[in-house]
C-alpha cells in the first residue's frame, strides 16, 4: 500500500478510536464540558461576549488600536487610567440585567442534559442562564472560584458531579475587585491557585482527574491553554484529557495535546452534530442506556410491580421531563451487579420513595416481588425524617386505604390516577414543589 493511504487509514483509525472513546465516556456521564468565552452567544457583533465588550468599551473611549484583550484595552494610553480599577464595578453593574442570549449551539450541546456539571471560563453569566432554562432555577446550583480559598466553592461527595450546577472556574462578573479573571494578572494569578494543592478545590479537583473533559470555544494562547488544562488535571500523563475544540488553536499547542492522548478538533458545530449523530445510533442498540441513568442520589425513586411497567414508563418519562432525576430500574441498575444492593443504595440516597399501588399489587399479595423490600427499606427510612419521603401513587377505582398494603404507606396521602387515561403532570408539579423544599 502506496504510504499516503497507509497514513490515511492510521488516521482515520485513530479518529474512529477517539470518537468511541468520547462517546463511550458521554455515555456513562462521565463528560464534563469546559466551556469558554467563543462559544457562548449569536450576537450580530460576534460570539465572544468578551470580545464585544471590549469593542464597545473601545468605542466609547474612542480607542481605535482594536484590542484583544481587557489588558490591551486598560492598558492603551487612550483609556482613562482613573477607570482602570473600576472594570470590574463597570462590569458588573453591566451585567445587573441580562446582556447576551445564550447560542443556539450551546443550547443544543447542554439541553441534551448529558452535562449536569459544566465549568465556564468566562465571567459572563450566559452559561449559567442556559442551564437554568434547560434544568429550572430550583434544581440548578451555582459554584465559583474566587481565588479566596476560605470563600472557593468545592463540590462535597462525588455524587455533586452528577447535579445541574455550573462551576465558574475564573469567578463570576461581580462588582468586587480581583474576584473573577479580567486581565491577564488576573488570569495569572487565578492559574496560580488552581495549581495550588492548597488553594483550589480540592474535592472538584480530585474528581476531574478521572472525568473526559470537552474544553471548546476557548481560544487562549498556547502556553495559557497548557496552563489551564493542567489546572483542570494535574496528571496529564496518566488519563486522556479528552477533547479540545478550538478553530484558532495554536499549532505549537495541538501538537502538545495529541502528544498527551487528545484528541482535538476545530469546528465546534460539526462536533455537536456528530455527538448527536453517534449518541441517536448508540441509542437505538442500547435503548435502555438513556440520559438519566443514576443509581444513587437521586430525587425520586419509583417503586412498582412489572405488570405496572407501561404506567410507569409514563410517569418516568413525565419526570424527567421536568429535569427531575429519577432512580428507574430499567434505567438505573448495572449489569451483572446486585440488583438488590443496589435498589437499596437507590432508595437510601433518593429524596422521594413513590410506590405505585394498583389492583395488580393486591392481586400479588401471597407472591414474592422486590418491591416489597423496597416498602420496608423505604418505611423505615420514613420513620427517621421529619419531612414527606413517602409518595403514594394509585389508581383512582383502588380502594388504596382499604388493601392490605402496609398501613405505613397507607398513612401518606395517594395521588390517584385515571388508568383508562394516566396524567402525572399534576403529581409532577406537587413534585417540584416538595424537592424545592428540601
Same mark, same amino acid.
Given at each position: ?31 464534563? @464540558? ?54 470590574? *464595578? ?8 441580562? =446582556? ?18 459544566? %465549568? ?45 450546577? !455550573?462551576?465558574?472556574?475564573? $469567578? ?25 494543592? *492548597?488553594?483550589? @478545590? ?14 471548546? $470555544? ?6 495559557? +491553554? ?13 488519563? @486522556? ?48 442506556? =438513556? ?60 429524596? =422521594?420513595? !413513590?410506590?405505585? %399501588? ?24 420514613? +420513620? $427517621? ?5 413517602? !409518595? ?19 398513612? +401518606? ?20 414543589? =416538595?424537592?424545592?423544599?428540601?
Amino acid at each position: 500500500m502506496p504510504a499516503i493511504f497507509s497514513r490515511i487509514k492510521k488516521e482515520d483509525s485513530e479518529n474512529t478510536r477517539q470518537w468511541d472513546l468520547l462517546i463511550n465516556q458521554l455515555m456513562k456521564g462521565n463528560v464534563i @464540558p469546559v466551556i469558554g468565552p467563543e462559544f457562548l452567544v449569536d450576537d450580530e457583533k460576534g460570539s465572544n461576549p468578551h470580545q464585544i465588550l471590549i469593542d464597545d468599551l473601545a468605542e466609547a473611549y474612542d480607542i481605535h488600536s482594536h484590542p484583544q484583550s481587557f489588558s490591551e484595552l486598560l492598558y492603551d494610553k487612550d483609556f482613562d487610567a482613573n477607570d482602570r480599577k473600576n472594570i470590574y *464595578a463597570m462590569l458588573g453593574d453591566a451585567f445587573s440585567q441580562p =446582556l447576551f442570549k445564550p447560542s443556539q449551539l450551546l443550547m443544543r450541546l447542554l439541553g441534551s442534559k448529558r452535562f449536569p456539571f459544566v %465549568i465556564t471560563t468566562s465571567f459572563t453569566p450566559v452559561v449559567e442562564d442556559a442551564m437554568r432554562e434547560i434544568w429550572g432555577n430550583d434544581r440548578l446550583r451555582v459554584m465559583k472560584f474566587t481565588n479566596d480559598p476560605s470563600h472557593n466553592s468545592d463540590i462535597s461527595t462525588r455524587s455533586d458531579i452528577s447535579k445541574p450546577t !455550573v462551576y465558574y472556574m475564573f $469567578g463570576k462578573v461581580c462588582s468586587s475587585e480581583k474576584k473573577y479573571v479580567v486581565t491577564d494578572y488576573d488570569m495569572l494569578s487565578f492559574c496560580r491557585s488552581w495549581l495550588s494543592s *492548597a488553594e483550589r @478545590p480540592q474535592n472538584l479537583a480530585a474528581e476531574l482527574q478521572s472525568k473526559y473533559l470537552l474544553i471548546l $470555544g476557548n481560544n487562549y494562547s498556547d502556553w495559557l +491553554s497548557r496552563f489551564v488544562c493542567f489546572s483542570l488535571k494535574a496528571h496529564l500523563d496518566s488519563q @486522556p484529557m479528552g477533547m479540545v475544540i478550538d478553530p484558532m488553536a495554536e499549532d505549537s499547542f495541538l501538537q502538545f495535546m495529541k502528544r498527551i492522548d487528545t484528541f482535538t478538533q476545530k469546528d465546534a458545530e460539526e462536533v455537536i452534530n456528530k455527538i448527536e449523530a453517534m449518541v441517536a445510533q448508540r441509542e437505538s442498540e442500547q435503548p435502555h442506556s =438513556l440520559n438519566n441513568t443514576p443509581w444513587q442520589d437521586t430525587d425520586v425513586f419509583i417503586s412498582y410491580s412489572r405488570a405496572d411497567a407501561t404506567v410507569t414508563e409514563q410517569l418516568y418519562k413525565t419526570l424527567q421531563a421536568r429535569g427531575i432525576n429519577v432512580w428507574y430500574d430499567r434505567n438505573s441498575l448495572s449489569y451483572g451487579g446486585n440488583f438488590m444492593n443496589e435498589i437499596i443504595a437507590g432508595i437510601k440516597s433518593t429524596k =422521594l420513595f !413513590v410506590p405505585i %399501588i394498583t389492583h395488580n399489587i393486591q392481586e400479588q399479595h401471597n407472591e414474592y416481588h422486590p418491591y416489597r423490600t423496597e416498602w420496608k427499606t423505604a418505611i423505615e427510612l420514613a +420513620s $427517621g425524617y421529619g419531612r414527606t419521603f413517602i !409518595v403514594p401513587v394509585s389508581e383512582n377505582d383502588f380502594d388504596f386505604y382499604a388493601s392490605d398494603i402496609p398501613s405505613e404507606l397507607k398513612s +401518606s396521602n395517594a395521588y390517584l390516577y385515571d388508568k383508562t387515561s394516566p396524567d402525572f403532570e399534576a403529581l409532577a408539579d406537587e413534585i417540584q414543589k =416538595l424537592l424545592a423544599h428540601l
